[in-house]
C-alpha cells in the first residue's frame, strides 16, 4: 500500500467525520431546518448502499441492477423483528440485534443469489439481478405473516387464509407491509454505519484479496492463469456489498415507520438510481459515490422551490452532470482550462 | 471529475445554507393561517395528487376572496412526495420550516401513516382528505375526511346482499393498494356474513396494472354475478374495456375510488353502463356547492376534479369552521392549535361536497354514502 | 378448452411484449446499448396519436404516420444530444444514466403538458376479431393484427440487416466499431440510423398497446418497456427473431402463472422462469454463444 492510498483513505473518513461533526453542531445550535435535519440519515444509508453497489460495479466490475433487493431484505427482516420484539426488549439491544439479523439475512441472500448470478456474464449478469431484485420484491409484497396465542401463521394469498384468531398481531400484511416499526435510526447510528462500510470496504480494496477482486475485473483469464480463485473472490466480494446494502435497509426500515415492497422503494428504479449515485460519482471510487449519493438525494428537495417542474429540472441536471462529467469532449475542455484541479489522479 | 464536485459541493453548499436560513423565519408570529399539503404530483400517483393540490387552491381562494376567517387570510403550500412515504417525510419536515400550522394531508394512507408519527411528535394538527387505511388515524391529533376502507367494504357487501344484486360475486383488486385490499378484506368477511359467495378473488399490482384478462376470465368462468371492483377508476376503466372484448357483461360494483370514471377523457361511456358505485361524491350532481367547484375547477384546470379533490375540498372547510367555533389565531403555537383543533373538530358539522359530515374523537368522519348507477354516461341515485 | 382461453389471452399479451422488443432488441443489439427510455418513447408515439386522433379529429392513419415521424425525430435528436457525446466515455454505464435521465425527462414533460389523469385511447383497429367454437373462443383483432405487424416488421428487418448495404454496416458496427470506421463506415450515421429505426418501430408498437390497452398515462411506457427488455434478453440479445419470440414466451408465461399460480406472484414467476432459462443457456434462446478466447 503506498503512502498516497493511504492518505487517500484517510481523506474520505476525514470528510464523512467532519461534515458529521459539523451537522451536529448546526442541529444542537438549531440553525439547521427541520427539512434538511430530516435528510440526513436517508443520506446515509443512500451513501451506504452506494459504496456497497460500487464494491460490487467498480471493484468487482459486474453490473448489479439488484441492489435495492437486498436492501428490502435487510429491511424487512430487521423491522420484522424490531417490531415483534417491540414491547420484550429494551430499544437500544433490539436496535443491535436487527442490525445484525438484517445484515445476517441479506449477506445469506446475497450469497444464495450470488451461486447462480455470477456464473454469468455482463448483460445478462446485470438482468439476472435485476430479475432476482424483483423477485425478492414481488414475494414481499405478498406474504402475509401473523402471530396469535396459536403460534405464527403465514399466507401467500390474503389475509382471511391465515385463519389466525382475531386477538392475534399481524406482523406482514401483505402490500401493506410492516406498520409501525419503531424508529430507532438516528443522525449518529446512520454516520457511525457509514463510517463502518467505508472501513470495510476500503480496506479490502487495499488487501489482498482486493487486489485479486481487481485483478479478476480487469482481466479475469490473466488472474485465473495466476491461480486466482475466480469464483471464491467473486463469491466474496458480492456477498460483502449485499451485506451493505442490507445494512442501509435496516436503517431505511428503522428511519420511517411504515414500510412497503414497492418498487419506489425497492424496485428495479431504486436500484438504478443507486446506480446513478455510483456512475456519477466515479465508478470505482468509493469517496465520489458518497458524495454523489449525498448531492443527488438533496437535489430534488433543495429544487422543491420549483413547485411542478422539480423533477423536470432535476432530470436535465442529471444528463447535464452526466455529459459534463463523462463525455470525452467534456474532459478534454476540463483538462485544458482547469488543470490546477485535476493535479491529483482518480482513486481507484 | 475533481472540478464537478468542487462546482457541485459549492453549489451544495450554498443551497444548503439558504435552506437554513430559511428554518429561522417561521419563528414570527404569523398574521395567517398556514395550511400545508402532501401528495403525489408526480409519479405514479400524480392524478390523485394533483387533483388534491388543484382543489384546496380553489376552497383557500375562496375563502380569501371572501374575506378569510375572522378577516385572516390563508397560506397555502402543496409539496410533493412522489408516492414515498420517505419523501413525504421530508416534505412535511420542508413545510414545518415554512411555518405550516395545519397539515390537510397526506393524500395516500402509507406516507399518511409514516407522516402521523411526525405529526404526532409536533403534536400538529393533521386532517387527511383521503388518507382511508385504519392505522391513518391512530393518533388523536389525525383526522379524515373520506370514509375508511373498513366502513366501505361493510357497506357495499351489506348494500348487495340487501338489494339482492347478486349471490355470486367476484373481486378484482390491487394487492398493493392499501386501500384496495383494505376494501377487500372486510368485504370477504362481511360477505361470508351475509351469505354472499365470493367465486373468484384475484389481485392485481401496480407494477401489473394493464391486463386483465386473467382476472375478468376467472370470474367469468366460475359464474359470477356480479364483479366487485373496490379499485381506482383508472383500472376500472381498463377492465370494463376488457370485459367487453371478452363478451363478459356481469353486474359491476365499486366503491368511491370509482368516481372518476366517466370523466377519464375520451372514455366509451356505454361500457360504464349499468356500474354501481357507492360513493358519497358526485361530479355531476346539480346542487349549487356541487356545481359551483366543478365548474370552477374545469375553467382553473381543465379537468372534473375527482372524489380526492371533493373531500380535499371538504377538509379546508372543516378547517374554517373549526378555528371559527374554537376562535383559534393565526399567532398561536403550532401545539395550541392542534389541541383547539381536536377539539373543535368534534364539535362542527360541515355540510360539504361529500355529504354532511360530523366527526367523533377517533378522527373517523360521519357521512351518508350514496348508491348511484351509472345511465348514459351520468349518475342516478339508486334509492 | 378454458386452457386454451388463458393460452390465447398470453399470446395477445405476449404479442404487444414482442413489438415492443423488436425495437428495443434493434437500438440494444446494434448500438449495445440499454435504452431505458425506449419505453417512453411508446408512451410519447401514444400521445401523439392520442392528440392527432381524439383532440384534433382526424384520421387515425394520420395519427400514425405523425407518430413514426415524431417518434423517428426525438430518437435521432435524443441519440444526437445525449448518447452520442459519451459513446468514447470509457464506460458504457455512462449512456446507461444518461438514458435514465431522459426516460425521467420525457415521462415529467408528458406529465406537464397533459397532465397526470388517465386519457382512454381510442382503439385505431375496429375489428372485432374470430369467434371460433361456436363462441367459446376469441382471438381479438388487435393481437391478430400486432402479431402480423411484428412478423412483417420481423421480415422487414431481417432482409434490410442482411441484404442491405445500410443493414450490414450495422451488423459490422455491432461486431466492431473500430474496425468498422476503418472499412470506411460512418459509424456515428450507422448509428443514428439504428435509433431512427428503433425509435419508429417504438411509435408503431405504442399505437397497438395502447388499443390493446386503452389507458394512457405519461408513465405508460415504463413497465411494457422493461418487461420488453426482459424479453429480449430472454431471445438473446441482437437476434430479432429471438426477441419476438421472446416476447411471446413472457406473454403466455405470465397468463399462465397469473392463471395457474397465483395472481399476486407473477412477477416473480416471469423473472423466475428469465433466470432459469439464463442459467441453462446463458446467451438467450436465440443467442449466439462466444468463445472467449485469451
Given at each position: 500500500m503506498t503512502m498516497k492510498k493511504i492518505q487517500d483513505k484517510y481523506i474520505t473518513y476525514g470528510m464523512v467525520v467532519i461534515a458529521y461533526v459539523l451537522c451536529e453542531i448546526l442541529m444542537r445550535t438549531g440553525i439547521m431546518s427541520s427539512h434538511i435535519k430530516g435528510l440526513l440519515v436517508p443520506m446515509c444509508y443512500y451513501a451506504i448502499v452506494a459504496v456497497g453497489l460500487n464494491l460490487c460495479v467498480g471493484i468487482l466490475g459486474e453490473l448489479s441492477l439488484g441492489h435495492a433487493g437486498f436492501m428490502c431484505v435487510g429491511a424487512y427482516t430487521s423491522a420484522l423483528f424490531s417490531f415483534a420484539m417491540e414491547d420484550v426488549i429494551p430499544t437500544v439491544p433490539r436496535f443491535i440485534m436487527a442490525l445484525i439479523i438484517g445484515v445476517a439475512f441479506s449477506t445469506l441472500f446475497g450469497f444464495l443469489i450470488g451461486i447462480p448470478v455470477l456464473r454469468l456474464k455482463g448483460d445478462y449478469l446485470a438482468i439476472v439481478t435485476l430479475a432476482f431484485g424483483e423477485i425478492i420484491k414481488n414475494i414481499f409484497n405478498a406474504v402475509y405473516l401473523g402471530i396469535d396465542d396459536a403460534g405464527l401463521h403465514i399466507s401467500l394469498k390474503d389475509m382471511s387464509s391465515m385463519g389466525m384468531d382475531p386477538s392475534g398481531k399481524i406482523l406482514i400484511n401483505g402490500?401493506?407491509?410492516?406498520?409501525?416499526?419503531?424508529?430507532?435510526?438516528?443522525f449518529t447510528i446512520a454516520a457511525f454505519l457509514l463510517l463502518a462500510s467505508l472501513f470495510v470496504v476500503q480496506n479490502l480494496i487495499n488487501s489482498r484479496d482486493g487486489r485479486a477482486i481487481m485483478a479478476i475485473r480487469d482481466n479475469r483469464i490473466a488472474a485465473e492463469s495466476n491461480g486466482i480463485n475466480i469464483t471464491k473472490y467473486k463469491m466474496f466480494a458480492f456477498t460483502i456489498s449485499a451485506a451493505i446494502a442490507g445494512t442501509a435497509g435496516v436503517l431505511f426500515s428503522h428511519n420511517i415507520s411504515t414500510l412497503t415492497a414497492t418498487s419506489q422503494y425497492f424496485g428495479y428504479n431504486a436500484s438504478i438510481l443507486i446506480l446513478v449515485y455510483v456512475v456519477l460519482g466515479g465508478i470505482g471510487n468509493i469517496r465520489g459515490s458518497v458524495i454523489a449519493a449525498v448531492i443527488l438525494y438533496l437535489l430534488p428537495e433543495l429544487l422543491r422551490?420549483?413547485?411542478?417542474y422539480r423533477m423536470l429540472i432535476y432530470s436535465i441536471v442529471l444528463i447535464v452532470m452526466m455529459l459534463f462529467n463523462w463525455a470525452p469532449k467534456a474532459r478534454e475542455f476540463r483538462e485544458k482550462h482547469f488543470a490546477f484541479l485535476n493535479k491529483r489522479k482518480e482513486a481507484r | 471529475m475533481k472540478l464537478f464536485k468542487k462546482v457541485v459541493s459549492v453549489a451544495a453548499a450554498s443551497a444548503m445554507a439558504v435552506s437554513l436560513l430559511s428554518g429561522c423565519g417561521s419563528s414570527a408570529p404569523s398574521d395567517t393561517y398556514k395550511i400545508g399539503s402532501i401528495g403525489?404530483?408526480?409519479?405514479?400517483g400524480a392524478a390523485y395528487g394533483t387533483c388534491v393540490k388543484n382543489s384546496i387552491q380553489i376552497a383557500v381562494d375562496e375563502i380569501n376572496q371572501a374575506g378569510g376567517i375572522n378577516g385572516k387570510k390563508i397560506e397555502y403550500k402543496f409539496e410533493d412526495d412522489e408516492l414515498n412515504a420517505e419523501k413525504a417525510v421530508n416534505a412535511y419536515n420542508s413545510l414545518k420550516d415554512w411555518g405550516m400550522q395545519f397539515l390537510l394531508g397526506t393524500v395516500t394512507s402509507a406516507s399518511s401513516i409514516a407522516v402521523s408519527e411526525k405529526t404526532k411528535e409536533d403534536n400538529m394538527f393533521q386532517l387527511t382528505p383521503s388518507g382511508s387505511a385504519a392505522d391513518c388515524v391512530k393518533y388523536e391529533n389525525v383526522f379524515r375526511v373520506c370514509f375508511s376502507d373498513p366502513n366501505q367494504g361493510i357497506a357495499s357487501a351489506d348494500y348487495i346482499a340487501d338489494n339482492g344484486l347478486a349471490t355470486k360475486i367476484g373481486i378484482i383488486y390491487d394487492s398493493s393498494d392499501v386501500y384496495s385490499s383494505g376494501i377487500y378484506q372486510k368485504f370477504a368477511e362481511e360477505a361470508a356474513l351475509k351469505g354472499l359467495e365470493i367465486v373468484s378473488a384475484e389481485a392485481f399490482n401496480a407494477d401489473n396494472k394493464t391486463d386483465f384478462s386473467v382476472h375478468i376470465q376467472k370470474a367469468k368462468d366460475n359464474g359470477a354475478e356480479l364483479v366487485f371492483l373496490p379499485i381506482y377508476y383508472q383500472e376500472a376503466s381498463l377492465v370494463l374495456s376488457q370485459a367487453a372484448t371478452m363478451d363478459y357483461s356481469p353486474k359491476f360494483f365499486g366503491c368511491d375510488?370509482?368516481?372518476?370514471l366517466t370523466a377519464v377523457k375520451n372514455f366509451d361511456e356505454s361500457l360504464a353502463e349499468g356500474v354501481m358505485l357507492l360513493t358519497p361524491f358526485a361530479a355531476d350532481a346539480t346542487d349549487d356547492l356541487t356545481v359551483n367547484f366543478v365548474t370552477k375547477y374545469k375553467e382553473q384546470f381543465g379537468e372534473v376534479p375527482n372524489q380526492f379533490g371533493a373531500d380535499a375540498y371538504d377538509a379546508v372547510y372543516a378547517v374554517k369552521a373549526a378555528i371559527e367555533k374554537e376562535g383559534?389565531?393565526?399567532?398561536?403555537s403550532v401545539s395550541d392549535i392542534c389541541e383547539k383543533m381536536k377539539k373543535g373538530m368534534t364539535e362542527i358539522e360541515v355540510a360539504g361536497l361529500t355529504g354532511t359530515i360530523t366527526w367523533d374523537a377517533s378522527g373517523e368522519p360521519t357521512k351518508e354514502p350514496k348508491a348511484v348507477v351509472i345511465e348514459n354516461g351520468s349518475y342516478k341515485s339508486m334509492q | 378448452m378454458s386452457f386454451l382461453t388463458y393460452f390465447i389471452n398470453g399470446l395477445s399479451l405476449g404479442s404487444i411484449y414482442a413489438i415492443i422488443a423488436l425495437g428495443y432488441t434493434m437500438v440494444y443489439g446494434i448500438a449495445k446499448m440499454l435504452n431505458f427510455a425506449h419505453g417512453d418513447f411508446i408512451m410519447v408515439g401514444c400521445y401523439v396519436v392520442f392528440t392527432v386522433v381524439s383532440t384534433m379529429g382526424l384520421n387515425p392513419v394520420v395519427g400514425i404516420v405523425v407518430s413514426i415521424v415524431i417518434c423517428t425525430l426525438l430518437g435521432v435528436t435524443t441519440e444526437k444530444v445525449a448518447y452520442k457525446p459519451l459513446r468514447n466515455a470509457g464506460s458504457p454505464l455512462a449512456v446507461l444514466i444518461t438514458a435514465i435521465g431522459v426516460s425521467y425527462f420525457l415521462e415529467n414533460a408528458a406529465l406537464l403538458i397533459f397532465g397526470a389523469d388517465t386519457k382512454a385511447f381510442t382503439s385505431v383497429i375496429p375489428w372485432e376479431g374470430i369467434i371460433l367454437a361456436g363462441g367459446a373462443l376469441k382471438i381479438q383483432g388487435v393481437t391478430i393484427i400486432t402479431i402480423a405487424v411484428s412478423l412483417v416488421i420481423l421480415i422487414v428487418l431481417q432482409t434490410f440487416i442482411y441484404k442491405t448495404k445500410a443493414g450490414q454496416a450495422m451488423l459490422a458496427v455491432s461486431e466492431d466499431k473500430g474496425a468498422a470506421s476503418l472499412m470506411g463506415i460512418d459509424v456515428n450515421k450507422t448509428i443514428s440510423l439504428t435509433f431512427a429505426i428503433g425509435s419508429a418501430l417504438a411509435a408503431i408498437a405504442g399505437v397497438l398497446m395502447c388499443s390493446a390497452y386503452p389507458s394512457l398515462t405519461p408513465y405508460t411506457g415504463a413497465m411494457p418497456g422493461i418487461k420488453a427488455f426482459v424479453a429480449a434478453v430472454l431471445g438473446g440479445i441482437g437476434s430479432i427473431p429471438g426477441a419476438m419470440i421472446g416476447g411471446l414466451i413472457l406473454g403466455i408465461i405470465e397468463i399462465l402463472g397469473k392463471t395457474y399460480v397465483s395472481s399476486q406472484l407473477s412477477d416473480a414467476i416471469v423473472f423466475g422462469i428469465l433466470v432459469i432459462v439464463l442459467l441453462v443457456k446463458p446467451t438467450g434462446i436465440l443467442g449466439k454463444n462466444v468463445q472467449e478466447k485469451v
Amino acid at each position: 500500500m503506498t503512502m498516497k492510498k493511504i492518505q487517500d483513505k484517510y481523506i474520505t473518513y476525514g470528510m464523512v467525520v467532519i461534515a458529521y461533526v459539523l451537522c451536529e453542531i448546526l442541529m444542537r445550535t438549531g440553525i439547521m431546518s427541520s427539512h434538511i435535519k430530516g435528510l440526513l440519515v436517508p443520506m446515509c444509508y443512500y451513501a451506504i448502499v452506494a459504496v456497497g453497489l460500487n464494491l460490487c460495479v467498480g471493484i468487482l466490475g459486474e453490473l448489479s441492477l439488484g441492489h435495492a433487493g437486498f436492501m428490502c431484505v435487510g429491511a424487512y427482516t430487521s423491522a420484522l423483528f424490531s417490531f415483534a420484539m417491540e414491547d420484550v426488549i429494551p430499544t437500544v439491544p433490539r436496535f443491535i440485534m436487527a442490525l445484525i439479523i438484517g445484515v445476517a439475512f441479506s449477506t445469506l441472500f446475497g450469497f444464495l443469489i450470488g451461486i447462480p448470478v455470477l456464473r454469468l456474464k455482463g448483460d445478462y449478469l446485470a438482468i439476472v439481478t435485476l430479475a432476482f431484485g424483483e423477485i425478492i420484491k414481488n414475494i414481499f409484497n405478498a406474504v402475509y405473516l401473523g402471530i396469535d396465542d396459536a403460534g405464527l401463521h403465514i399466507s401467500l394469498k390474503d389475509m382471511s387464509s391465515m385463519g389466525m384468531d382475531p386477538s392475534g398481531k399481524i406482523l406482514i400484511n401483505g402490500a401493506q407491509g410492516i406498520t409501525g416499526t419503531p424508529s430507532d435510526a438516528n443522525f449518529t447510528i446512520a454516520a457511525f454505519l457509514l463510517l463502518a462500510s467505508l472501513f470495510v470496504v476500503q480496506n479490502l480494496i487495499n488487501s489482498r484479496d482486493g487486489r485479486a477482486i481487481m485483478a479478476i475485473r480487469d482481466n479475469r483469464i490473466a488472474a485465473e492463469s495466476n491461480g486466482i480463485n475466480i469464483t471464491k473472490y467473486k463469491m466474496f466480494a458480492f456477498t460483502i456489498s449485499a451485506a451493505i446494502a442490507g445494512t442501509a435497509g435496516v436503517l431505511f426500515s428503522h428511519n420511517i415507520s411504515t414500510l412497503t415492497a414497492t418498487s419506489q422503494y425497492f424496485g428495479y428504479n431504486a436500484s438504478i438510481l443507486i446506480l446513478v449515485y455510483v456512475v456519477l460519482g466515479g465508478i470505482g471510487n468509493i469517496r465520489g459515490s458518497v458524495i454523489a449519493a449525498v448531492i443527488l438525494y438533496l437535489l430534488p428537495e433543495l429544487l422543491r422551490g420549483l413547485s411542478d417542474y422539480r423533477m423536470l429540472i432535476y432530470s436535465i441536471v442529471l444528463i447535464v452532470m452526466m455529459l459534463f462529467n463523462w463525455a470525452p469532449k467534456a474532459r478534454e475542455f476540463r483538462e485544458k482550462h482547469f488543470a490546477f484541479l485535476n493535479k491529483r489522479k482518480e482513486a481507484r | 471529475m475533481k472540478l464537478f464536485k468542487k462546482v457541485v459541493s459549492v453549489a451544495a453548499a450554498s443551497a444548503m445554507a439558504v435552506s437554513l436560513l430559511s428554518g429561522c423565519g417561521s419563528s414570527a408570529p404569523s398574521d395567517t393561517y398556514k395550511i400545508g399539503s402532501i401528495g403525489p404530483a408526480t409519479g405514479g400517483g400524480a392524478a390523485y395528487g394533483t387533483c388534491v393540490k388543484n382543489s384546496i387552491q380553489i376552497a383557500v381562494d375562496e375563502i380569501n376572496q371572501a374575506g378569510g376567517i375572522n378577516g385572516k387570510k390563508i397560506e397555502y403550500k402543496f409539496e410533493d412526495d412522489e408516492l414515498n412515504a420517505e419523501k413525504a417525510v421530508n416534505a412535511y419536515n420542508s413545510l414545518k420550516d415554512w411555518g405550516m400550522q395545519f397539515l390537510l394531508g397526506t393524500v395516500t394512507s402509507a406516507s399518511s401513516i409514516a407522516v402521523s408519527e411526525k405529526t404526532k411528535e409536533d403534536n400538529m394538527f393533521q386532517l387527511t382528505p383521503s388518507g382511508s387505511a385504519a392505522d391513518c388515524v391512530k393518533y388523536e391529533n389525525v383526522f379524515r375526511v373520506c370514509f375508511s376502507d373498513p366502513n366501505q367494504g361493510i357497506a357495499s357487501a351489506d348494500y348487495i346482499a340487501d338489494n339482492g344484486l347478486a349471490t355470486k360475486i367476484g373481486i378484482i383488486y390491487d394487492s398493493s393498494d392499501v386501500y384496495s385490499s383494505g376494501i377487500y378484506q372486510k368485504f370477504a368477511e362481511e360477505a361470508a356474513l351475509k351469505g354472499l359467495e365470493i367465486v373468484s378473488a384475484e389481485a392485481f399490482n401496480a407494477d401489473n396494472k394493464t391486463d386483465f384478462s386473467v382476472h375478468i376470465q376467472k370470474a367469468k368462468d366460475n359464474g359470477a354475478e356480479l364483479v366487485f371492483l373496490p379499485i381506482y377508476y383508472q383500472e376500472a376503466s381498463l377492465v370494463l374495456s376488457q370485459a367487453a372484448t371478452m363478451d363478459y357483461s356481469p353486474k359491476f360494483f365499486g366503491c368511491d375510488g370509482l368516481d372518476g370514471l366517466t370523466a377519464v377523457k375520451n372514455f366509451d361511456e356505454s361500457l360504464a353502463e349499468g356500474v354501481m358505485l357507492l360513493t358519497p361524491f358526485a361530479a355531476d350532481a346539480t346542487d349549487d356547492l356541487t356545481v359551483n367547484f366543478v365548474t370552477k375547477y374545469k375553467e382553473q384546470f381543465g379537468e372534473v376534479p375527482n372524489q380526492f379533490g371533493a373531500d380535499a375540498y371538504d377538509a379546508v372547510y372543516a378547517v374554517k369552521a373549526a378555528i371559527e367555533k374554537e376562535g383559534i389565531t393565526p399567532d398561536m403555537s403550532v401545539s395550541d392549535i392542534c389541541e383547539k383543533m381536536k377539539k373543535g373538530m368534534t364539535e362542527i358539522e360541515v355540510a360539504g361536497l361529500t355529504g354532511t359530515i360530523t366527526w367523533d374523537a377517533s378522527g373517523e368522519p360521519t357521512k351518508e354514502p350514496k348508491a348511484v348507477v351509472i345511465e348514459n354516461g351520468s349518475y342516478k341515485s339508486m334509492q | 378448452m378454458s386452457f386454451l382461453t388463458y393460452f390465447i389471452n398470453g399470446l395477445s399479451l405476449g404479442s404487444i411484449y414482442a413489438i415492443i422488443a423488436l425495437g428495443y432488441t434493434m437500438v440494444y443489439g446494434i448500438a449495445k446499448m440499454l435504452n431505458f427510455a425506449h419505453g417512453d418513447f411508446i408512451m410519447v408515439g401514444c400521445y401523439v396519436v392520442f392528440t392527432v386522433v381524439s383532440t384534433m379529429g382526424l384520421n387515425p392513419v394520420v395519427g400514425i404516420v405523425v407518430s413514426i415521424v415524431i417518434c423517428t425525430l426525438l430518437g435521432v435528436t435524443t441519440e444526437k444530444v445525449a448518447y452520442k457525446p459519451l459513446r468514447n466515455a470509457g464506460s458504457p454505464l455512462a449512456v446507461l444514466i444518461t438514458a435514465i435521465g431522459v426516460s425521467y425527462f420525457l415521462e415529467n414533460a408528458a406529465l406537464l403538458i397533459f397532465g397526470a389523469d388517465t386519457k382512454a385511447f381510442t382503439s385505431v383497429i375496429p375489428w372485432e376479431g374470430i369467434i371460433l367454437a361456436g363462441g367459446a373462443l376469441k382471438i381479438q383483432g388487435v393481437t391478430i393484427i400486432t402479431i402480423a405487424v411484428s412478423l412483417v416488421i420481423l421480415i422487414v428487418l431481417q432482409t434490410f440487416i442482411y441484404k442491405t448495404k445500410a443493414g450490414q454496416a450495422m451488423l459490422a458496427v455491432s461486431e466492431d466499431k473500430g474496425a468498422a470506421s476503418l472499412m470506411g463506415i460512418d459509424v456515428n450515421k450507422t448509428i443514428s440510423l439504428t435509433f431512427a429505426i428503433g425509435s419508429a418501430l417504438a411509435a408503431i408498437a405504442g399505437v397497438l398497446m395502447c388499443s390493446a390497452y386503452p389507458s394512457l398515462t405519461p408513465y405508460t411506457g415504463a413497465m411494457p418497456g422493461i418487461k420488453a427488455f426482459v424479453a429480449a434478453v430472454l431471445g438473446g440479445i441482437g437476434s430479432i427473431p429471438g426477441a419476438m419470440i421472446g416476447g411471446l414466451i413472457l406473454g403466455i408465461i405470465e397468463i399462465l402463472g397469473k392463471t395457474y399460480v397465483s395472481s399476486q406472484l407473477s412477477d416473480a414467476i416471469v423473472f423466475g422462469i428469465l433466470v432459469i432459462v439464463l442459467l441453462v443457456k446463458p446467451t438467450g434462446i436465440l443467442g449466439k454463444n462466444v468463445q472467449e478466447k485469451v
